[in-house]
């Protein structure tokens, strides 16, 4: 049972390049969401999905955007990298429907902008 | 809006010390609550979690107790050992369908 996996582990970009991140659960999960991790902040959400075919602003999601493709993908994408999004990223899910309802996380991805 | 506020590390301890790693919460209502643990190069792993007032939540050693009257859950281990030099996180969340709010992590780093 893999969990969350994300791809790529690694990556670095320079300032304007575009990508894409890849997150897939194999859980059945029906929320997915997108946090970046930075020395000192903790972890701050992006995006997240709700349910297939619904996603929703977190509380950094300037500079990115989200597709919910089906149920078991969330991909995020960097139109136009910046230095600032250099950071840890990480995708999670969880079932939904309850409070306590814990999320799983993958690996994360480490990106770098240069 | 809802906050979690957690002590700042690192902490650094013996092995076999008493840990305590506190967590409060601003909310209205009665959140869940959660610690998670992170270890180096890993994503965040489930530890505990409690869903109302007096719940104790419990796993590996560490123990939570959700305390509304001080909005607190506080992570405790009787005696650390090395393996569990980590970044401990505390969250909140209000219903299934919102995203957890975390607080800004805790290093621990646990000496032999």
């Known amino acids: 049972n893999a969990g969350v996996t994300q791809t790529p582990k690694f990556q670095v970009l320079k300032t304007g390049q575009s990508m894409t991140l890849q997150c897939a659960q194999d859980?059945?999960?029906?929320?997915m969401y997108w946090y970046r991790q930075d020395p000192g902040m903790g972890l701050r959400l992006i995006y997240y999905?709700?349910?297939?075919?619904?996603?929703d602003k977190g509380e950094v999601p300037n500079g990115y955007n989200v597709s919910r493709l089906n149920k078991r993908e969330f991909s995020l994408r960097l139109e136009s990298a910046a230095p600032s999004q250099t950071s840890v990223y990480f995708c999670?899910?969880?079932?939904?429907?309850?409070?306590?309802?814990?999320?799983?996380f993958g690996n994360g991805t480490r990106l770098t902008v240069t | 809006g809802n906050s979690v506020t957690q002590m700042e590390g690192p902490v650094t301890l013996s092995e076999e010390a008493f840990l305590t790693i506190n967590c409060t919460y601003t909310?209205?209502?009665?959140?869940?609550l959660f610690w998670y643990v992170q270890y180096p190069g890993e994503g965040l792993q489930l530890l505990l979690k409690?869903?109302?007032?007096?719940d104790k939540g419990s796993n590996k050693g560490f123990e939570a107790t959700y305390r509304k009257e001080t909005t607190s859950f506080h992570l405790e281990k009787g005696s650390v050992q090395v393996s569990d030099s980590a970044v401990y996180f505390c969250?909140?969340?209000?219903?299934?369908?919102?995203?957890?709010?975390f607080g800004k992590g805790t290093r621990l780093s646990v000496i032999a």
């Open positions: 409690a869903t109302k007032a007096d």
């Open positions: 999670a899910s969880s079932e939904g429907g309850q409070p306590n309802s814990p999320l799983h």
């Open positions: 859980m059945n999960h029906n929320s």
């Open positions: 969250a909140l969340r209000y219903s299934g369908n919102t995203p957890l709010v």
């Open positions: 909310a209205t209502g009665y959140p869940s």
């Open positions: 999905s709700a349910s297939e075919g619904t996603t």
